[in-house]
T-cell receptor
Framework: KNQVEQSPQSLIILEGKNCTLQ??????????LRWYKQDTGRGPVSLTI?????NTKSNGRYTATLDADTKQSSLHITASQLSDSASYIC??????????????FGAGTRLAVHP | DVKVTQSSRYLVKRTGEKVFLECVQD?????MFWYRQDPGLGLRLIYF???????EKGDIPEGYSVSREKKERFSLILESASTNQTSMYLC?????????????FGPGTRLTVL
């Protein structure tokens, strides 16, 4: 069964600190992995995408890593800001016949950055 | 920028009412999707459409129907709302369905069924 599990469920950090969010998946056949950021009351917005051959991708203070062998990904946030308070969702795309890939969503990690 | 809009941010309905949730995208995307999001669960796909008048069931289609009469508009219909349909509903659209299938999401509609 295709599954995406994220940890921790929630996290509180102080402004300026770094943090790392984890994503483990059992999805086959794997196509790509995205991290989305979802602010409260808003829809998710894509931060990064990684394919099988990529093992790191950065977007400003966000750095995602992918280990396709162990089926793990992480999202590292550097020098956190109050605006980083949001849910972070790991989404794995599974290749499907006809090119209609299926997205499998993790439940998300809720990050709160305190001053 | 892609813009996906949803007709209501908050909606309160009574059990048994017929409910329409509207979604419009302005980027000429072929593919549109309806999800529901509940606490502790990942987004779950209700229905999707890859062309006008085409629809496909997702993982949890029971109790829902959809309509896509125009390319830019995708409607989710709850024929007879029930309390277990209280949820956040998210619409999304994408240009591709394959490996580069980034989905762009609307702001969501928080539906409460009393």
């Amino acid at each position: 069964k295709n599954q995406v599990e994220q940890s921790p469920q929630s996290l509180i950090i102080l402004e300026g600190k770094n943090c790392t969010l984890q994503c483990n998946y059992t999805v086959s056949p794997f196509s790509n992995l995205r991290w989305y950021k979802q602010d409260t009351g808003r829809g998710p917005v894509s931060l990064t995408i990684m394919t099988f051959s990529e093992n790191t991708k950065s977007n400003g203070r966000y750095t995602a890593t992918l280990d396709a062998d162990t089926k793990q990904s992480s999202l590292h946030i550097t020098a956190s800001q109050l605006s980083d308070s949001a849910s972070y969702i790991c989404v794995v795309s599974a290749s499907a016949p006809g090119g209609y890939n299926k997205l499998i969503f993790g439940a998300g990690t809720r990050l709160a950055v305190h001053p | 920028d892609v813009k996906v809009t949803q007709s209501s941010r908050y909606l309160v309905k009574r059990t048994g009412e017929k409910v329409f949730l509207e979604c419009v995208q302005d980027m000429d995307h072929e593919n549109m999707f309806w999800y529901r999001q509940d606490p502790g669960l990942g987004l779950r796909l209700i229905y999707f459409s890859y062309d006008v008048k085409m629809k496909e069931k997702g993982d949890i289609p029971e109790g829902y129907s959809v309509s896509r009469e125009k390319k830019e508009r995708f409607s989710l219909i709850l024929e007879s709302a029930s309390t277990n349909q209280t949820s956040m509903y998210l619409c999304a659209s994408s240009l591709f369905t394959g490996d580069y299938n980034e989905q762009f999401f609307g702001p969501g509609t928080r539906l409460t069924v009393l």
